[in-house]
């Protein structure tokens, strides 16, 4: 099986296995003993789930982000969680100066923050989450920010996403996105963001970010982790010398 991302050939000899439900609170329904295997990219440093490489949509629908997703990530039933509450600030803050321009909230989940900036602060905001009943992506907006809060780490054709990004994206134009790198991870096999479970297949490293970045048209800088939020950001800006 080859990296998604570079196509190098994935090590097989540096890989571990987890539990589907990788944390220390076990639920009646997951077995332990359930493991599945993260390979690694030496090319690009990413670490890949490969058993759902082969799932479809509907079964990380079924599997993954269905009824009981709640329980390991409160945020997506609470629109004054931690990550909702994180994101509206973060744009009436850093990116206030877009808010008479088009943006999109790519992978907005229920649309929380979306309906909170366009009713409230009267933002040209859209959202697009494909599970949550978005069957089509957005195809003739061109846009000036695109946020992707938490999104990376949930999918295996981010190349194909970042070409999508640049298509529908201004020139100079921004990609803002969340994902925590596993460079800053003292135990890749043990951190709470390796759990197939919620659906984090492509745990991604500063180098497989900028080889992203590289082959998609965009220059990235990575930003500090933001330590009480729990909340790393990226910037990809289209077309401009960083």
Known sequence: ????????????????????????????????????????????????????????????????YNESYADFDGDILNPNGNRPTFHKNL????????????????GCGRGYVVQYMADTKSWGIEGYDPYYGDSARP????????TAFEVLEHLYD??????YFY??????????????VTDLMPDVRHNY????????????????????????????IHLPKDEKHGIQGHLFIKERTV
């Open 1 to 64: 099986m080859n990296c998604p991302i570079c196509k190098e050939a994935l090590d097989g000899i540096n890989s571990f296995t987890v539990p589907f439900l990788n944390t220390k609170e076990w639920h009646r329904e997951y077995s332990p003993e359930h493991k599945y295997t993260y390979c690694f990219c030496r090319r690009c440093g990413v670490w890949i789930s490969i058993n759902q490489r082969l799932w479809e949509p509907i079964d990380f629908a079924n599997n993954c």
């Open 139 to 146: 195809v003739t907006a061109q846009y000036d920010l695109i």
């Open 193 to 220: 963001y390796t759990c197939p479970r919620v659906g984090h297949v492509m745990l991604h490293s500063y180098r497989s970010l900028g080889i992203i970045a590289k082959i998609t048209g965009f220059n990235v």
């Open 158 to 163: 981010i190349v194909d996403l970042f070409n």
């Open 91 to 106: 744009l009436l803050s850093v990116f206030q100066h877009y808010a008479n321009k088009r943006v999109l909230d790519y």
């Open 167 to 180: 298509s529908i994206l201004n020139s100079g134009g921004v990609v803002y996105a969340t994902t925590d």
